[in-house]
Each structure stands twice: as C-alpha cells, then as structure tokens.
C-alpha cells in the first residue's frame, strides 16, 4: 500500500514519566438479588440505562452529516527534473473543512504553503482545483475556494469559549493521506485551552489541546464538539508524546478568517517578536522576565514610525497585559486596518506607551 505524502508539524516536549501504581485491592462482597445496584423487582424490566460514555465513542451520526464538509487538500509544485524540464509534483496532503456556500476552505498556512497549485477532494471523488484566496502565515491559517460546490456542505462554526476541559471532541481528516475520499475519525476529550506553541513561524496562543489521535494529514482538518460544529482547527501533535494534539481555537481563527475573506489583508504593526523568558530576562540583566522580545522592526513600518525599537518589550496592548510573542500577534491579527493601538513597551528600566497604526499587508 502506498501511503501519499503527509504535512503536519511535530513539537518536541518534555515529557515527565509518572509511576502509577495498579489498584488490585479486591472488592466487598455484597449480597445481590441478581439486579442491576438500585433496581427493584417493580423496574427490573425497565430497558438498562446506556453506558455514561457511550455517547462519546458512538460518534457515527455525526460523521455521516459532517463529512461532506470535509476535505482533502493535496499541494503541486513545479520542479525540475534530470534535463532542466519542469515536472509537476505532488508534494503534501492535509485537510481542510467548507465554511460557506461559496466554496471557501479553510485550511493551515503550511498545507499550502510554496504551492503552485492546489487540489482538493471530497467524499464523492471529485478532484476540485481551488484557489488560495489569501492566509496568516503567523496564525497558520489560509483560505481556499474551489467553483465546484456540488456534493459539498459548509460546517457550522462553533465556540471554543464555549468548551469545558472534559468534553468530548472528534478529529476527521486524511491522517497519514491513506484516502483522500474517507476521511479518519478519531474521538478524545478537549485535554486542556489556553495553550501556547511555535509551530513553523507561526505562534500561537489559547491553542486547544486532544487527546484525540492526529497525525501527518490532519493538519487544517476540524475539531468537532458533540454538537458537529468546528471549535478548532487540527495544527500539531507533540513528537515524543502520546495523545498530546494541537488546534486553533476557532474563536481565534474566526476574524482571521473574515479578514482574509473580506480581502482586508491581514493586520501588522511590522515587529518580529519572541517569548521573554526568566532565563533570557536574567541572561541579558532584562527589567521583567515577561512579554514580547522584538527582535527587529521593519523598516519604515507602523512599528518604525511610532518609535518601537528593537530590544523593546512589548508587555500591554491597549492595556491588556501581553506574556508572550504569540499573544502580541494574535491581539494585533485581530485588530482592524486603519485603527490605532496603544503599545507599552519596556526599554532599559523605563516604561512608556506607544500609539501605533495598524495597517494591512
């Protein structure tokens, strides 16, 4: 068998071994009358209540409605080949999901990331060529449309706000790029919210984490809640560890996606920003061991103008505190083009605010 090739982003963790101890304590005896624990003769042929997980692994219905929503995306370069002529080539298999009537797709930046063309399948076969109507490179997001919508059905946008550590999530993508037309399902619980990663130039934050099972293809694929409807958006699984994946919280994609969609273009102030951390922070003698390290500013830039430099510390926006780069990127890709944002920074041991111009790129 023959398994295509596959894109999705490894993050190396450190995992910390636990040692478990088995519970092999016997139980008590207890007389029974043959009854289920708290039936009465009067109930005994009452029809048994369903295991309380039953409706987390029967996920069934739920696949058959939203599959035709879901899709493959599979990326075309051109390169040469032994006599300088240029040969197309297949070079990368995730997912994407249908958002609207109008064909748009959305998928991860590094799906189509380079590509020269890009092809998309559904559950009925057909191969779609679809048209990258722009993308976040720093939210790993992207935006695709294909003409064709037939046998195609958008899914429906959820909260992830809305969801609780616990609660039940099912993955669907072209994991491993086994088939682009069946798409794999796998069911786990929402493990944790709020996460931040750097994955592939992108960072992220309030990224949820699954334990559902994703792998090499599933990136740009849906997370479903119980209900069907997207709350995030497949991105990474930690290389080394086992059922720790990755998604964008749809409530941070959702004005990402409306930006690229309204061909706005994505919102920049023109820094290029890193964590802070304690060990920096004692390293280089930094004022606070918090926020965003900008690195450099584009020349010329909103940044630039405004006064930021290089060096700066960017640790409020508009008065909300700022711990990392990739709450900096996120807060600034939701702000619109043409409005102004109050940037405090720390330089040296002085701090001070900054008005800065959000533009579009």
Do not use: W
């Not at 682009?180 to 130039?201: F, H, N, Q």
């Amino acid at each position: 068998m023959r398994v295509a090739s596959s894109r999705i982003l490894f993050l190396t963790l450190a995992v910390v071994s636990l040692g478990l101890q088995a519970c092999t304590a016997s139980p008590p005896v207890v007389e029974t009358t043959g009854l289920p624990v708290g039936t009465t003769e009067a109930d005994s042929t009452a029809t048994p209540a369903p295991p309380p997980l039953a409706s987390l692994y029967d996920v069934s219905a739920l696949v058959k409605d939203v599959r035709p929503g879901v899709v493959t995306v599979s990326t075309i370069e051109l390169r040469f080949d032994m006599f300088f002529r240029y040969v197309e080539e297949e070079t990368g298999t995730g997912s994407g999901f249908v958002i609207d009537d109008a064909g748009h797709i959305v998928t991860n930046f590094h799906v189509i990331q380079g590509a020269e063309s890009v092809l998309v399948f559904g559950e009925d076969g057909a191969q779609r060529d679809a048209r990258v109507i722009g993308g976040s490179q720093f939210q790993d997001l992207a935006v695709l449309q294909v003409l064709d919508t037939e046998g195609l059905r958008p899914l429906e946008l959820g909260s992830s706000a809305g969801m609780e550590v616990g609660n039940p999530v099912v993955a669907i993508g072209n994991a491993l790029g086994l088939d682009a037309t069946s798409p794999s399902v796998s069911v786990g619980i929402l493990s944790a919210k709020g996460r931040s990663l750097d994955v592939d130039g992108a960072t992220l934050s309030n990224a949820l984490q699954t334990d559902a099972a994703i792998n090499p293809g599933n990136s740009g694929g849906p997370l479903l809640n119980e209900a069907g409807q997207v709350i995030g958006i497949n991105v990474a699984v930690a290389q080394g560890a086992e059922n720790i994946g990755f998604a964008i919280a749809v409530d941070e994609a959702r004005p990402i996606i409306e930006s690229i969609l309204s061909s706005v273009g994505e919102s920049f102030i023109g820094v290029n920003l890193r964590d802070n951390t304690a060990d920096i922070a004692n390293r280089f003698g930094l004022a606070t061991e918090s926020g965003a390290i900008v690195l450099d500013v584009l020349p010329g830039g909103p940044a630039d103008r405004a006064g930021i430099e290089g060096g700066d510390i960017i640790v409020a926006i508009d008065g909300e505190p700022m711990t990392t780069a990739g709450g900096v990127n996120a807060t600034i890709a939701q702000l619109t083009p043409g409005s102004t944002v109050e940037v405090r920074v720390v330089r040296g041991r002085q701090t001070g605010s900054l008005t800065v111009d959000v533009e579009a790129r």
